[in-house]
């Protein structure tokens, strides 16, 4: 079955560190997403890519992350200056609307810890 | 802001016991619903979408909507230990694109 795959798994960085989280999607899928999860709390959106743009993104995606889709395979989300409150999950998800609805899936998860 | 809210439980349930979560939901415009299972430390599973009022079937479990009370809620029948994980709501966040806002779940624990 085709899943979305992302890397690193766990990365530890200390605070004022650049940090690249990256990700494959489902290769027939045109919607990429970024969402974390703080430990203990709600999954939360950050922000939704297609076209080579971002379509949607929350008031948490500030100018401190960025994202890119480098070549015909990867999705990247880049945050420039990590704080210690940047410590969570990123899932990266994707997902291709259709008929039938739009099911986004995601990944396993890349466990960020700012230190 | 649309907001997604749910009991955060623990709901405690017996083997074979029904579960029932519940969720509502704050945009009466909302379209689209999603029912996620999450084990801990894991990514988010797609378990049911609905997007019709009433119910919908899929093997145990059973969703269902109303959008004039602005609820969604997911039966589980049979309950297992291995059903033991939290139940994240989900609505489409923006009626013109495609992302998911999330409910902070509900923690369900299936004893055997």
């Known amino acids: 079955e085709p899943e979305v795959t992302q890397t690193p798994s766990h990365q530890v960085t200390q605070m004022g560190q650049e940090v690249i989280l990256r990700c494959v999607p489902i290769?027939?899928?045109?919607?990429f997403y970024w969402y974390r999860q703080i430990l203990g709390q709600k999954v939360e959106f950050l922000v939704s890519f297609y076209n080579n743009e971002i379509s949607e993104k929350s008031e948490i995606f500030d100018d401190q992350f960025s994202v890119e889709r480098p070549d015909g395979s990867n999705f990247t989300l880049k945050i420039r200056s990590t704080k210690l409150e940047d410590s969570a999950m990123y899932f990266c998800?994707?997902?291709?609307?259709?008929?039938?609805?739009?099911?986004?899936?995601f990944g396993e998860g890349s466990w960020l810890t700012v230190v | 802001q649309k907001e997604v809210e749910q009991n955060s439980g623990p709901l405690s349930v017996p083997e074979g016991a029904i579960a029932s979560l519940n969720c509502t939901y704050s945009d009466r415009g909302s379209q689209s619903f999603f029912w996620y299972r999450q084990y801990s430390g894991k990514s988010p599973e797609l378990i049911m979408s609905?997007?019709?009022?009433g119910d919908k079937e899929d093997g145990r479990f059973t969703a269902q909507l109303n959008k004039a009370s602005q609820y969604v809620s997911l039966l589980i029948r049979d309950s297992q230990p291995s059903d033991s994980a939290t139940y994240l709501c989900a609505v489409i966040r923006n009626q013109a694109g495609t992302a998911l806002i999330f409910g902070k779940g509900t923690t369900l624990s299936v004893s055997s």
């Open positions: 998800a994707s997902s291709e609307p259709g008929l039938s609805g739009n099911t986004i899936y």
């Open positions: 290769s027939n899928h045109l919607y």
């Open positions: 609905i997007y019709s009022n």
